[in-house]
Structures are given as C-alpha cells and as structure tokens.
C-alpha cells in the first residue's frame, strides 16, 4: 500500500473524530495549531498558542486584552489515568480482552500487563490502536484562551487546533489488509505494573504479536511520552468575522466544545489508500443525459 500512514489515519478518525499520529515518538501538544499534509495525513506543525514566540506576537498586536497564559487555570488541563488501556478500533476488526493476571503476578518478574486476541474479517483493510495507561489533556474552556485565539486571525484564521492529546507509555497499531486473520498481541511488564507495586520501581515494557500480515508500529517506555492520538478542531467560520462587542445571535464567548471536528481533507479512500475521483455529471457536461438525476 503507498499512503499507509493516511490510510490507518483515515479509519481512526472516521471511528472516532480523532486522528492518530502515525509517528507517536514525535510530540504533538495541546494548543499546537497548523493544517493536515494531504498525502500522508500527517500533522503540519505551525506553532503553539503557549509559546513564547506567540505571547509575543499577541502583546505586539492591537489587542487590548491582557492574557496571562502562565495561570496555571489556562494551562492544558491533565486527567488522572483511568482505564489501563484505551482501544480504537475501525469496522472489519473485533477485539477480546484476555484475562492474564493468573500468568505472572510476582514483583520483579514477567508479568502479562495486556493480552488482546485481535479478528480482523479480511473484507477491506481495517485498523486498531491499543494504548497502555492513558493519559488526557485538553485545552481548557477558559473565555480568555477564545478572546486569545480570536485576537490573532492573521496567524490562526484558516488554521487547525490541536485540543486534545491522548498519551501513554506504551502503544500498539496494526493496519490488516485483504486477507481474514485472528491473532494475539502482548504487552509484558518486566517489574511491578500494579499501583501499589509499582511505588518501588518503574516497568519496562516489551509487546510481542503473531500478526502474520498487515501493518504494524509499536513503542514502549515507562519514562517516554507517546501521543498516538489527538484532536483537531477549528472555530466556526462565523467565529472570525464578530468584533467581541458586537451584540446580536452570535456570542463572543463560541466555546471550544462546540467548534467543528475537522474532516479528513482528502477524498474518499480506496482500500490502497489512494483518493478516489469524485464524478461530477455536470463538470463532465453529463448532465444532459440525464432528467432528475436518472438516465432517461
């Protein structure tokens, strides 16, 4: 397959309304903004509202509000752990938990920290994201962080947000492709994994697979910070044109909840990744031919 990165992306977001970051190594933060590359699907990194290159910007425009990003209720807001794993999934792929805490459960040895039996039905190429110990943040609902963003359109009008990250110490992603395949992914602890255990000492990760086709990336490191999952989303066209005293239906305060999820940008993909034209009868004067949409 030539475009695997925008093919595996297309399916997880199109499940979920986020988009996987097909290289989780490489960071992408809460409040980074940019736009999508086309072919790869990929995340074009542009800037950050938290950086100080852009809190300069923002004190050298005609802004006449005074923002301090360093309170700590503007920083992304962090949520405690609460599920072990998160898994995303797109359709043709099911997924069973396997219970594995009878196969180790003494300190300091190999321990089973997650055991998945993994069915893909082989019709269309389908893809799965298993993440251990997620971690979430989010940009906070805060009025000052929207007046903030409104008050620099020449740098974010036209531009994507990142909203939310989803990182973990330890990932798993497998893109199948035409053909019917049933099997197991490991993820294994070498040291303590439960809480209370692991007061005394750090796990180290190891995941083992039998898949025998498809496409897969995995990474483990208790003291790494992955991101294989974050959110875009952009402000209502709308958002840009209202001067904050403007008084009407449209409100000064548009809260991030409600921007729009951003869509792929590309057309509907085939099964090799590749876009598919879209026909369009009267761009090709076939419309003619046709009397209510039906030959005649």
Known sequence: MK???????????RATSKWANWDPPREIAVGDYGTIIND?????????????????????????????????????????????????????VTTKEINASAEGAVSGVVNIALKLDLQFDGNKPAAVLVMHKPRYSSLPNDERIIKLIKSMPDILKGKYIVTDVISCAAYMMHLSDHRAEKFSVTLKAAGPVTPAANAGGVASFTWSSEAAYGLSRQGSDPAAKFIPLYRLKQPHPKFWEWPFSHRGDEKTHDPIDR??????????LNDEGEEQEIYDAEMHADFEFFNDGYPE
């Open 40 to 92: 790869t699907g990929e995340f074009d990194w542009e800037g950050n509202i938290y950086s100080p290159y852009f809190q300069q910007q923002f004190q050298s425009s005609k802004s006449k509000f005074n923002i301090d990003l360093t309170d700590s209720a503007l920083r992304p807001h962090k949520q405690k752990a609460g599920d072990d794993h998160l898994i995303v999934k797109s359709w043709g």
């Open 3 to 13: 475009y695997e990165s925008r093919k595996f992306i297309d399916l997880i977001q």
């Open 259 to 268: 921007w729009e999820d951003v869509d792929p940008t590309w057309n509907p």
